[in-house]
């Protein structure tokens, strides 16, 4: 019926192809309280640093435990992953390496201040043991009664050396010329060891002396420089005397005798070695030479000719050998 319709909207027409919109009728408002978009919208008690504990019910027991996350970083896939843990791990290494360096360094000075004092220390010990052997130690020790010099002869030839006298010991009184005793003052004297030996064929006597000085390793240096740089021990001036005893092959073995001759200035012990040979037969010398200068190759004198500067210097060395193997390891040097 054309009465019942709205007079202000027109009637569809054929021609239309849009319905057009209706009027809704007018209806009560709901309770936005009653939606779920309100419910879910209202802010949860539970939630807040201020609500209360409240025991059952539908909030819970509790508050809830709220925690900072841990910094996030990037692993080399580009993905998330905490930085607490390598942190914590790179602070820790940091500290042990930290510590582990500190000990190594405070280890090593530490080292080689403890090795430093025992070397010196033991340099010491010997070179005082050393200056004592001549109490100390049996005289066959330091003289042994029979002496191996293995190419210790000329054209390496092995020398044997048999001892047939010992002189008592006793202070440097007129055991020297007087200008070797001089050379030698600057050390001082403690106490002189000597002993005369004899060949295998008893053709040559070698008397070998021990000097004990008073002098640190310092003087005693000092002194063996002098010797090396001035050529001391081949100026026929500065020979030793050797040691003549009665009724044996060395009876006639004095100064004229004296055909050649070493001088050792010790710089690990405070010890003068010495030695000084010629023929047993008694016969003089006119041109000693020294036994660094006879026992070399083109040596043409008497002495180098039969060998008496390897004597001397041959048995020198194994005296001095011996002594040092007294005095402990520290000492050791080879000859």
Known sequence: MAGSR?????????????????????????DPADTPAAASAAPDPALSWSAPTVPGGTL???????????????DRHARPRPLGGRLRTHTLAAAV?????????TG?????????????????????AAGDLWHSV????????????QGAGPGGADRTWVRIAVAPDGNCENA?????????????????????YTDATQSHVTTVGLLFAKADAAAMTSLADRFEKEGLGRRTDLMPLPYAAEDTAAAGFGTRQRASWT??????????????????????????????????????????????????????????????KNAGPATERPS
């Open 6 to 30: 709205d007079s202000a909207t027109p009637a569809e027409t054929p021609s239309e192809t849009t319905t057009r919109l209706r009027p809704v009728p007018a209806g009560p408002a709901p």
């Open 60 to 74: 819970g027991a509790a508050r809830p435990f709220v925690s900072f996350g841990e910094p996030e970083g990037y």
């Open 97 to 105: 390496c930290l510590v582990l360096g500190a000990g190594l360094v």
């Open 108 to 128: 090593a000075v530490t080292g080689s201040w403890l090795a430093g004092d025992s070397e010196d220390g033991d340099a010491r010990s010997a070179y005082t």
């Open 138 to 149: 049996p005289v066959d020790r330091l003289f042994p009664p029979t002496v191996q010099g």
């Open 176 to 196: 020297f010329d007087p200008l070797l005793r001089k050379a030698l003052a600057p050390v001082g004297c403690r106490r002189l060891l000597r002993a005369t």
């Open 263 to 324: 001088v050792s200035v010790l710089t690990d012990a405070p010890v003068v070695v010495y030695a000084v040979s010629g023929w047993a037969d008694g016969r003089t010398v006119d041109e000693p030479q020294s036994a660094e200068e006879a026992t070399e190759p083109d040596a043409t004198t008497a002495p180098a000719q039969a060998g008496l500067g390897h004597e001397a210097r041959g048995l020198a060395d194994r005296v001095a050998r011996a002594l040092r």
